[in-house]
Structures are given as structure tokens and as C-alpha cells.
């Protein structure tokens, strides 16, 4: 299994919203996508800026590309990413899940 994570940041005020458009947009296509296991999504606030991670996981990097193109190490943002996000982060982070237990 291959974890993804992706991270952005937006202002605090917007988080809500973002929430909701995560929600809409990224967490609705990964869903869809065949070969996802899952993903989890967690925040983070910090003064004014809320962090937001997406972990996605996979069931392999072949399951990814479906998603995010054959540049897969690629950040994938939406059209309306750009009314939220403080910064576009150009990479995303894989990792080999060698421990996975649901309780």
C-alpha cells in the first residue's frame, strides 16, 4: 500500500469553506478512482492559518497516476483551489505503508 500526502495551508477565517470544497473536489475524486484505499483528512490550526493533510492511500503507484497524472509526484489542484490556498505546494509526498491495522 502507498500513502500520499499532500498539505495546504489557508487562512483561518476560510477553513470552513476549504473544508467543504475539500470535501467536494480532492476527497470526492480519490474516492472514485479505482485502486484507492482510503483517505483521512486532518487539520491543523496555527495563529491565523489552518493546515489541511489529505493521506490518501493506494494500492499502488499505477492506482495514483490514475488520479493524478503519469507526473505523479505532482501536486493535483482544482480551479477554485486558488480562492483558498496561500501557496501551491508543487509536491506531494509518498510513503510504503508497511503497518496498517483498523481497530
Do not use: C
Not at 483528512?41 to 493546515?51: A, N, P, Q, S, Y
Not at 499505477?62 to 477554485?80: C, L
Request: aromatic share 18%.
Amino acid at each position: 500500500m502507498i500513502a500520499r500526502m499532500w498539505h495546504g495551508k489557508v487562512l483561518k477565517e476560510k477553513s470552513e469553506k476549504y473544508h467543504g470544497y475539500l470535501l467536494e473536489t480532492g476527497l470526492k475524486d480519490y474516492a472514485e478512482v479505482e485502486g484507492n484505499q482510503g483517505v483521512k483528512l486532518l487539520k491543523r490550526d496555527e495563529d491565523v492559518i489552518t493546515h489541511f493533510y489529505t493521506w490518501s492511500y493506494w494500492d499502488s503507484y499505477d492506482s495514483i497516476k490514475k488520479f493524478a497524472g503519469e507526473d505523479y509526484e505532482k501536486a493535483r489542484y482544482y480551479e477554485d483551489d486558488k480562492k483558498f490556498l496561500l501557496e501551491f505546494e508543487p509536491f506531494v509526498t509518498h510513503y510504503e505503508v508497511l503497518n496498517h491495522k483498523q481497530t
